[in-house]
Nanobody, 123 residues
Framework: QVQLVESGGGSVQAGGSLRLSCAASGHTYSSNCMAWFRQAPGKEREGVAAIATGSGSTYYADSVKGRFTISQDNAKNTVYLQMNSLKPEDTAMYYC????????????????WGQGTQVTVSS
């Protein structure tokens, strides 16, 4: 069992930056994949970024590539999402997710989810 707690959400103006954190506890050694998803009103949930915790390989949605960076601090069992050059269309509830599988992007649904943190970008 893995518990995930997100933090760092808030309101920011377009062009600004925000850093989300996801602290993991429990059987964290079994979480081979960590990812950030988001869901905006009227839109389906979409994967934003993912990281293979063992290799450090990262994956990004085209909409955020070049602006967002996912990273990890294994000593703290924490995954981060650095969001730069934020746009109003980035406004969404952001969720941290973890999975024991080895296919971190485009694979089966993630098993563990955080409570979500709201990100609001105004123009």
């Amino acid at each position: 069992q893995v518990q995930l707690v997100e933090s760092g959400g808030g309101s920011v103006q377009a062009g600004g930056s925000l850093r989300l954190s996801c602290a993991a506890s429990g059987h964290t050694y079994s979480s081979n994949c960590m990812a950030w998803f988001r869901q905006a009103p009227g839109k389906e949930r979409e994967g934003v970024a993912a990281i293979a915790t063992g290799s450090g390989s990262t994956y990004y949605a085209d909409s955020v590539k070049g602006r967002f960076t996912i990273s990890q601090d294994n000593a703290k069992n924490t995954v981060y999402l650095q969001m730069n050059s934020l746009k109003p269309e980035d406004t969404a509830m952001y969720y941290c997710a973890a999975d024991g599988g080895n296919w971190c992007w485009g694979g089966p649904p993630y098993n563990y989810w955080g409570q979500g943190t709201q990100v609001t970008v105004s123009s």
